[in-house]
């Protein structure tokens, strides 16, 4: 295995002792900053050779897929930097081979680090702080003043290349404490808008079965929930459950969702009593249970236990299953062949065929026809029929733009040659209908790029300066000699 030194000689990893390899990494450590200085240098060139006018119009921020930001109009580089033009972050960010978003973040942290933080600039420019840092400075200050921004230049140039990131919060929390109080009034009156009940799921590939449940809200809420959440652990492991502690608070989650059913059923047999049952008149204190256990001295009535038979709670997210239904009646290792029947749970992955089965019986169900991909129909107006949008979703799955991942459920379909309204009839079909989200949508239908379909269902795309990529339903590719 081989590395090279500064001065471009080949030397032998194996061979290196502590000193030497100390000094190497020393070495690689300066080349990284020089590389990313130099994407910083020529992310501030970029914008320089694009220059916003009265007839490019302003690249802004809005619909870059971010949350709350489709329709956001703020300009690429925070207050003070020049305007750039509009669609100019993607053939950079597509050269660069990563997404729009991903490049316009790069561009936007050169404008403000060149225009808003002179001095941490200059010190990235003598290698003297690492780039990233200085990047992080830039985003947490991007959308306060200039003058706030200079502030922080000021407090942390001398020092932010030792300092770490609980510094650099604290002194863009006091640049907003001088010069912007509107915003600390404005976060105490929000309060409760950043709470939330958030459910991810990992991406396709990485998917087994497994999720993430994240809550913000109240401090006194939430711990009694998580006390409710590590009592029931216990109790699980009382009556003998051998799973660890972080395994046993996550199935209490399902347990405590399972009891709150039960209530509702309770809920809903009790607003069927009569008027002469709601009195309660005839039940003594420390009446026996319906499950045989003795109510507490002072319990409401009725007190009633629904036997552990009762329907656990329909989920309500929508996932879309692609599986043979012969393997989902068929039992989950019937198979001859003794390979593992699985289906696939669209944006998730695979999934075995047991665990969908566990799904499937705990929720409502809508089973459709199968759809064929094959499918050709052609219609003589512009907006396609449900199934042809399906179709195209399934086929595609995300955006078409180079490196673009934003699910194809989100984004508009275009057609990929212009749909004329005195056209030929048939002009919406499946193969000339494409997902692209509404930025990229919009940069297509701007002139700047142009993309076809070829026949094996790849799209070839070509850019601004004629740098042309081949993009399928798994990844993108340059065309173009490095």
């Avoid at 991810?200 to 006194?220: C, I, K």
């Avoid at 199968?370 to 050709?376: C, E, F, G, I, K």
């Avoid at 004629?466 to 590719?477: A, I, N, Q």
Wanted: contains cysteine; glycine residues 8%; proline residues 6%.
């Amino acid at each position: 295995m081989f590395e090279t030194d500064l001065t471009g000689q080949p030397i032998l990893v194996d061979e290196l002792d502590a000193d030497w390899l100390l000094a190497l990494l020393a070495e690689n450590e300066t080349a990284a900053r020089e590389a990313e200085r130099g994407k910083l240098r020529l992310a501030a060139q970029w914008c320089v050779l694009h220059p916003a006018t009265a007839d490019t119009g302003v690249a802004t921020w809005g619909d870059t897929g971010l949350p709350g930001m489709r329709d956001h109009d703020e300009s690429l580089g925070g207050e003070g930097t020049p305007l750039v033009a509009a669609f100019t972050p993607e053939p950079f960010a597509a050269a660069l081979g990563v997404s729009t978003m991903t490049g316009m973040q790069l561009l936007a942290d050169a404008l403000d680090l060149e225009h808003r933080h002179a001095r941490i600039w200059s010190r990235v420019e003598a290698l003297e702080v690492v780039p990233w840092k200085a990047r992080k400075v830039a985003q947490a200050t991007h959308g306060l003043s200039k003058a706030a921004a200079a502030y922080v230049d000021a407090e942390l140039a001398d020092r932010l290349d030792s300092c770490g990131a609980v510094l650099i919060e604290r002194v863009v929390a006091q640049a907003i404490a001088r010069f912007h109080p509107e915003l600390l009034r404005q976060r105490e009156k929000r309060g409760k808008d950043g709470w939330d009940v958030r459910l991810r799921h990992p991406g396709a590939g990485d998917f087994a079965g497994t999720s993430w449940l994240e809550a913000t809200g109240d401090a006194m809420d939430l711990s009694r929930f998580y006390e409710l959440v590590c009592d029931q652990a216990a109790a699980l492991a009382a009556l003998g459950d051998t799973d660890s502690l972080g395994a046993r608070k996550a199935k209490a989650l399902g347990v405590i969702a399972d009891h709150q059913a039960q209530l509702d059923l309770v809920g809903m047999a009790g607003s069927s009593l009569g008027a002469a049952d709601s009195t309660g008149a005839g039940e003594p204190s420390g009446a026996e249970c319906s499950n045989g256990a003795e109510a507490p001295s002072g319990a409401q009535a009725p007190w009633v236990t629904v036997p552990e038979v009762a329907t656990r709670r329909s989920a309500k997210t929508t996932l879309y299953l692609h599986l043979s239904l012969a393997d989902l009646i068929a039992d989950p290792g019937a198979r001859s062949d003794g390979v593992l029947a699985v289906g696939e749970v669209e944006k998730l992955g695979p999934a075995t065929i047991a665990r969908i089965k566990e799904w499937v019986g705990h929720s409502r169900v809508s089973v459709r026809p199968v759809l064929d991909l094959a499918r050709t129909d052609a219609v003589d107006e512009h907006d396609p029929p449900e199934w042809m949008r399906e179709l195209v979703i399934l086929r595609d799955q995300h955006c078409v733009f180079p490196w673009c991942s934003r699910d194809a459920r989100a984004c508009d379909l275009d057609h990929v040659e212009p749909y004329d309204e005195d056209g030929p009839p048939g002009q919406t079909r499946p193969e000339n209908l494409a997902p692209l989200c509404r930025r990229h949508h919009r940069c297509k239908t701007s002139g700047r790029w142009r993309y076809r379909r070829r026949p094996d269902g790849s799209y070839d795309w070509i850019g601004p300066h004629g740098r042309r990529f081949l993009v399928t339903p798994t990844d993108t590719t340059s065309l173009d000699p490095h």
